[in-house]
């Protein structure tokens, strides 16, 4: 998953993943990632998988996703590398990309103060009390806000792609874009990404025939998989949207994805 990309610094992917496998994550390390997160937000340096609607919401989704996806890039290339990948072995197992994504992120949050151990039980002090709990995420919201604050789980293979499903999402739906803050695990254990939305007033949720009108002009069509909800483009499969993650706008009466599931189309 590397590349031979230099930003305007002579940073490659390449050399931030040896600094991180030489030095862990000093302060070395850490420069060399903001650096290149800078370049990214600035327009000098592309992250090559994304297009350029999929790289402004790259750079929407803000610096501690850029920087947790560049680790779990380089997770995922590490364990690649010592299983020889592409030389007539077998790739490493999700399970394992994602056990090792998940630990050397929290490495990187935590040395760059974006780890929030009790998360969970001081969130709603400051953002106001969980309104809503889905599979995937816990929603905060106080009355008078302009967003709300999400702890949003992993319902992806690996975190990588987790994280990536939200660059993905914010270049699709740019109305309700996740900027992520920060991570932590809840009291189950599970890995979680803190992020913040825009509060959408829900007038009633979308019909069926709203939500194909409206991925329909996106490019996407059903996959005919029978649930309905399922949808594919060319790049990219798009599911669960279903009614409840499509509301209609009170002000511009549209309809509007707060969230779904959304990822590349991989051979």
Known sequence: ???????????????????????GF????????????????????????????EHAGLC???????????????????LEAGSDAGAGKTNPPNWEIDELQEKIVQQ??????????????DIESEYGPMVAKGAEA????????????????????????ALESIVLHNALFPETQMNVIGFTRDADGLFRSILTQPYICC????????????????GFSDNHDGQGVNYIGDRLNLEDMHPANVFIDTLSVEPICID?????IRK
């Open 1 to 23: 998953m590397t590349d031979q990309i230099k930003d305007n610094n002579g940073i490659t992917l390449d050399i931030i993943y040896a600094s991180i496998g030489n030095n």
């Open 26 to 53: 000093s302060e070395q390390t850490l420069q060399l990632i903001d650096n290149y997160i800078n370049n990214i937000l600035d327009g000098k340096t592309d992250i090559i998988q994304f297009n350029q609607q």
């Open 60 to 78: 929407c989704a803000g610096e501690a996703l850029i920087g947790a996806y560049i680790v779990c890039n380089y997770a995922r290339a590490s």
């Open 108 to 121: 990187w949050a935590e040395a760059k103060g974006l780890w929030f151990a009790t998360a969970e039980q």
């Open 138 to 161: 816990k929603v905060y919201y106080k009355g008078g806000d302009t967003s709300v604050v999400k702890l949003r789980t992993s319902i992806y293979a690996t975190l990588g792609r």
């Open 203 to 218: 007038k009633r949720l979308a019909t069926k025939q709203e939500i194909d009108d409206m991925v329909s002009q996106k």
């Open 260 to 264: 779904c599931i959304v990822k590349f």
